[in-house]
């Protein structure tokens, strides 16, 4: 699908921070974390919905996604467990039509912060957005622990 932002980040159109890469699926820091080390796991051929992925792709997507998950807990950001998910449609908020996986570091006592993020702009988005350079350094973090 030309006009996905998803897709075109597969196709190596659109620069990514990127912290995996296969011939199946591809994850990558999200630019609008809602906390830092917020990886994104996609699959590279386009598909909106997870009933559209096929066995296969489904199981890789998972697989990707343990991985990054390994990756984070061995990493700097020492996070005290691992939340994965995934919007399946609009009413979800799925917000790129596009399957995608959250990968995200989750720690002792954060539930009231995490939840807060999810419905209001985090701080660091009011202060102007993260850099590239800084997505850089944690896609490097992470990369560096990749099982």
């Keep these: 699908m030309s006009q ?3 897709c075109l980040i597969a196709a190596g159109k659109i620069p990514a921070s990127k912290v995996y890469e296969d011939e199946r699926a591809i994850a990558f820091m999200d630019i609008v974390p809602l906390r830092p080390a917020h990886v994104l796991v996609i ?3 386009h598909a909106q919905y997870v009933h559209d992925l096929n066995d296969d792709e489904r199981n890789h997507l998972f697989a990707v996604a343990n991985k990054v998950g390994q990756a984070l807990r061995a990493s700097a950001f020492k996070p005290a467990a691992v939340h994965f ?3 399946d ?5 799925q917000t790129v039509p596009h399957v995608h996986l959250h990968v ?6 954060d539930s009231l912060a ?13 202060k102007g957005g993260v850099s590239r350079a ?8 992470i990369r560096n622990h990749m099982p």
């Design 4 to 6: 996905c932002v998803f």
């Design 43 to 45: 699959n590279k051929r």
């Design 85 to 87: 998910n995934i919007s």
């Design 89 to 93: 449609g609009k009413a979800a908020h």
């Design 104 to 109: 995200l570091p989750r720690y002792q006592h």
């Design 114 to 126: 995490f939840v807060g993020s999810l419905f209001a702009k985090p701080l660091w988005m009011l």
């Design 134 to 141: 800084t997505l850089e350094r944690q896609a490097q973090e």
